[in-house]
């Protein structure tokens, strides 16, 4: 696949044509703590559903979603759901390697998980692919009344760091 100046995304088919050149692909990272709710967020972005009795996740797993946009581009995202257990930690940067984009999420109740968040986007602003878009998600806004993590320290994150959009979601959002 013939790589385009937008950073990790590619043409889907590899074609230079003008009637190809709105079908993209592009490398989805997600990182984060274990239990902070990247597999249930990838979920509810493939398949419209939260599942309350999802279970940890092994290793990494693999996804796809395709969108159509309001300019006729297409654009086909390969997902890669990693493991948060800190023995797959080493793996990360097989999974991040070439990525377009990465979901960096945290429970909004756990300040151990913001701050393994914090790691994870300075890492990927060192090792990512150049331009990396981030986004810093803080996970279970529904549970507000347990947060321990003001939603300021995400925004904080973001004005420190480059290239980092912030926003918090719930399995209902």
Same mark, same amino acid.
């Given at each position: ?47 419209? @559903? ?14 796809? @979603? ?18 948060? @257990? ?38 990927? @602003? ?48």
């Amino acid at each position: 696949l013939a790589a385009r100046s937008t950073g990790g995304l590619n043409n889907i088919n590899g074609s230079s044509s003008a009637a190809d050149s709105n079908d993209l692909r592009a490398k989805l990272v997600l990182l984060g703590d274990s239990g902070v709710g990247k597999s249930c967020i990838v979920l509810r972005f493939v398949r419209g @559903q939260f599942d309350p009795t999802s279970k940890v996740t092994v290793g990494a797993s693999f996804l796809s @979603q395709t969108l159509a946009l309001e300019d006729s581009t297409i654009v086909k995202f390969e997902i890669w759901d990693t493991a948060g @257990q800190e023995r797959y930690a080493a793996l990360a940067p097989l999974y991040y390697r070439g990525a377009a984009a990465a979901v960096v999420v945290y429970d909004i109740t756990s300040p151990e998980s913001f701050k393994k968040a914090q790691y994870w986007v300075k890492e990927l @602003q060192k090792h990512g692919s150049p331009g990396i878009v981030m986004v810093l998600v803080g996970n279970k806004a529904d549970l507000h009344e347990s947060r321990s993590v003001p939603s300021q320290g995400g925004t904080r994150v973001c004005r420190e760091e480059q290239h980092v959009i912030h926003g918090d979601v719930s399995k209902n959002i």
